[in-house]
């Protein structure tokens, strides 16, 4: 590859989530890799119970080994966080809970934030109106991301995940609507290759506001170890590579078969990543 080296592989702390935190963070020093990306949830960094001290804590944990974290994820996906939502209570909830993520990733030393659009109903009752709150919520966001110099990541979900940031169309529409220099797009090889989609539809469209990458292997589905899955992940680089990607390639590896031996599935995905990256 020209352009993208193993500099540009990252790590997540998902898989590990029955395990400390500091094994991850030691599996990380062992396999060569200098990049981390934090997913911020219970037993290792779940927002609402973080204080002051548990961040810095964290941050010292992080730097003493000589690693840099990339990006700040918190959990998201789950009820109940929905910048969408139909009711205010909920929006005013999953705000708050976003602007504690950018306050924390700047004391964590994080230049970058993954946010999701949320969701409105799947019978698209409400289509319009969730999309309506989705772009308000994320534009304030943009703002105090902008004070915090973060850059916030808006990842492509599933169709099942969410009905409106769900393929590149509706990932376009948003930034565009949205405007925000603190904003930009970031795509998951899973959601992508379900949309039938592919990175270069991607660089094509966005260039260099494509600002992060999930970069796992699925059948389709799945977030698999490279290897475990079906996916053209050879070119998948390759096109990363020819566009000449200037982001990271994050280890989002999430299925259950990890959890006993995380660390096997560390290794597993990063040689083989870091071997076609050389």
Not at 217 to 243: C, T, V
Request: charged share 25%.
């Amino acid at each position: 590859m020209k352009n993208i080296t193993k500099r540009n592989i990252a790590v997540m702390n998902i898989q590990y989530r029955y395990f400390p935190l500091s094994r991850f963070l030691d599996d990380a020093v062992e396999n060569g890799v200098e990049n981390i990306e934090l997913w911020g949830a219970a037993p290792h960094f779940h927002m609402e119970d973080m204080t002051y001290r548990d961040i810095c804590g964290v941050r010292k944990m992080i730097e003493t080994r000589g690693l840099r974290l990339i990006c700040f994820t918190p959990e998201q996906c789950v009820y109940p966080i929905n910048l969408a939502a139909p009711f205010e209570t909920e929006r005013r909830r999953s705000l708050r809970f976003f602007e504690d993520s950018i306050r924390a990733a700047g004391e964590l030393g994080a230049g970058m934030v993954l946010v999701t659009s949320g969701t409105g109903y799947f019978d698209d009752s409400d289509l319009e109106d969730a999309w309506n709150y989705a772009k308000d919520g994320l534009y304030r966001l943009g703002e105090m991301a902008a004070h915090y110099r973060i850059t916030l990541a808006l990842e492509v979900l599933r169709r099942d995940e969410s009905n409106l940031v769900y393929d590149l169309s509706t990932l376009r529409r948003m930034l565009r609507e949205l405007s925000h220099p603190n904003i930009g797009g970031m795509i998951d090889t899973i959601p992508m290759a379900l949309a039938e989609e592919r990175p270069k539809d991607y660089l094509e469209a966005l260039g260099e506001r494509l600002v992060h990458i999930h970069f796992i292997d699925g059948s389709p589905r799945g977030h698999l170890a490279w290897g475990h899955g079906i996916l053209d992940m050879e070119g998948y680089l390759s096109e990363l590579d020819q566009y000449a990607y200037q982001g990271y390639l994050s280890q989002e590896i999430t299925d259950g078969r990890y959890y006993m031996d995380p660390s096997e599935s560390m290794r597993k995905a990063v040689s083989r990543l870091a071997k076609a990256l050389s």
